[in-house]
T-cell receptor, first 111, second 114 residues
Framework: GESVGLHLPTLSVQEGDNSIINCAYSNSASDYFIWYKQESGKGPQFIIDIRSNMDKRQGQRVTVLLNKTVKHLSLQIAATQPGDSAVYFCAESGYGNKLVFGAGTILRVKS | DTAVSQTPKYLVTQMGNDKSIKCEQN?????MYWYKQDSKKFLKIMFS???????INETVPNRFSPKSPDKAHLNLHINSLELGDSAVYFC?????????????FGPGTRLTVL
């Protein structure tokens, strides 16, 4: 598939298990963070966001955790499904009007 | 009822040629963006337009020229294409110019320069 040859971090999980994808961001002034999901051959799709005045936010089956002390962001996906297989990106806002994206993590769900 | 559309989806061309990629959004957004995604999946902003006015212009060669005829369209013209321009180019739009506004991405245009 498209991920062959890519040297992104890869997380392989069994269908039904929970997934945790991590991201370290660089700018301590960043005040808004987003997780995007990119399926093969498609554009990135918004999953969930969080502002810097929060440390946790929950959506449907997803939770984002923010630790500003160590500049760390994580995305938790509950009961991972095959349709969750994709590349996941964190993005931070703290550079004016632009988003800066992280390197991406491949999530593979085994049935 | 595609929200953000791009044409073409695939573009294969020779070095030195000039090509354009078109983007249209039907979301009524006033801000549009161009991103470049390289072979390692690294996604980086190139340009942003708000109400047809350029607001972000990253360090991009001046061979790349965005054009916004109206706020629903943002086209990308590339002159004198080079091998290193090969990438997937994504258009996106949002309802405001701030980076805290959710961005909606198009399906991408895979450009291959031979």
């Amino acid at each position: 598939g498209e991920s062959v040859g890519l040297h992104l971090p890869t997380l392989s999980v069994q269908e039904g298990d929970n997934s945790i994808i991590n991201c370290a961001y660089s700018n301590s002034a960043s005040d808004y963070f987003i997780w995007y999901k990119q399926e093969s051959g498609k554009g990135p799709q918004f999953i969930i966001d969080i502002r810097s005045n929060m440390d946790k936010r929950q959506g449907q089956r997803v939770t984002v955790l923010l630790n500003k002390t160590v500049k760390h962001l994580s995305l938790q996906i509950a009961a991972t499904q095959p349709g969750d297989s994709a590349v996941y990106f964190c993005a931070e806002s703290g550079y004016g009007n632009k988003l800066v994206f992280g390197a991406g993590t491949i999530l593979r769900v085994k049935s | 009822d595609t929200a953000v559309s791009q044409t073409p989806k695939y573009l294969v061309t020779q070095m030195g040629n000039d090509k354009s990629i078109k983007c249209e959004q039907n979301l009524g957004h006033d801000t549009m963006y161009w991103y470049k995604q390289d072979s390692k999946k690294f996604l980086k902003i190139m340009f942003s337009y708000n109400n047809k006015e350029l607001i972000i212009n990253e360090t991009v060669p001046n061979r790349f020229s965005p054009k916004s005829p109206d706020k629903a369209h943002l086209n990308l013209h590339i002159n004198s294409l080079e091998l290193g321009d090969s990438a997937v180019y994504f258009c996106a739009s949002s309802s405001g110019g701030g980076s805290w506004n959710e961005q909606f991405f198009g399906p991408g245009t895979r450009l291959t320069v031979l």
